[in-house]
Antibody, heavy 119, light 108 residues
């Protein structure tokens, strides 16, 4: 059974930093690209970032480029999102999502971790 | 960036009736389109990929159609557990991967 378990969310001040983690199980983690998708309170889904299976290639939404860094440790089956220079508009539930094959849709999602920006 | 537009924003349907949800892309995405279902407090769940292929374990009452810029998700006979928000997503041309704004299916 595929499982994705996020952690690391919390309350942080604007300008602060946070690192999210997502531990994967139930599939060969190193064979799949992974993404982070976020959802602001009461809003829709927004793609944040994707990392290739090897970790060599990374992609970002313009809204987070230069502030967020996606990475992975295939030996630990873990995906990360380092978030710096956080802004109020980054408040959201952050989901870790597994790619379906080599396509860009998401066949499994974690339960999400809430990041709240507040001064 | 490909903009995905879903309509209607809210759909009121009685249990047992058919629901038809629309998704339009600002440019062709071929058949590289997925549909997700999200219930309150839960993560999204993949329903359909490649425009018309049901994901594993998805009931046959869910069907997807379309290609290019116009897509439809049909729920043939709504069950109580189907009342949720539905999102479409294109993965033909990225970054960015883009989602529609969602359609909420509510009980009439």
């Amino acid at each position: 059974e595929v499982q994705l378990l996020e952690s690391g969310g919390g309350l942080v001040q604007p300008g602060g930093s946070l690192r999210l983690s997502c531990v994967a199980s139930g599939f060969t983690f190193a064979n799949y690209a992974m993404s982070w998708v976020r959802q602001a309170p009461g809003k829709g889904l927004e793609w944040v970032s994707t990392i290739s299976d090897s970790g060599v290639n990374t992609y970002y939404a313009d809204s987070v480029k230069g502030r967020f860094t996606i990475s992975r440790d295939n030996s630990k089956n873990t995906l990360y999102l380092q978030m710096n220079s956080l802004r109020a508009e980054d408040t959201a539930v952050y989901y870790c999502a597994k790619w379906g094959g080599r396509s860009g849709y998401f066949d499994f999602w974690g339960q999400g971790t809430l990041v709240t920006l507040s001064s | 960036e490909i903009v995905m537009t879903q309509s209607p924003a809210t759909l009121s349907v009685s249990p047992g009736e058919r629901a038809t949800l629309s998704c339009r892309a600002s440019q062709s995405v071929s058949s590289n389109l997925a549909w997700y279902q999200q219930k309150p407090g839960q993560a999204p769940r993949l329903l359909i990929y490649a425009a018309s292929t049901r994901a594993t374990g998805i009931p046959a009452r869910f069907s997807g159609s379309g290609s290019g810029t116009e897509f439809t998700l049909t729920i043939s006979s709504l069950q109580s557990e189907d009342f949720a928000v539905y999102y479409c997503q294109q993965y033909n041309n990225w970054p960015p991967l883009t989602f529609g704004g969602g359609t909420k299916v509510e009980i009439k």
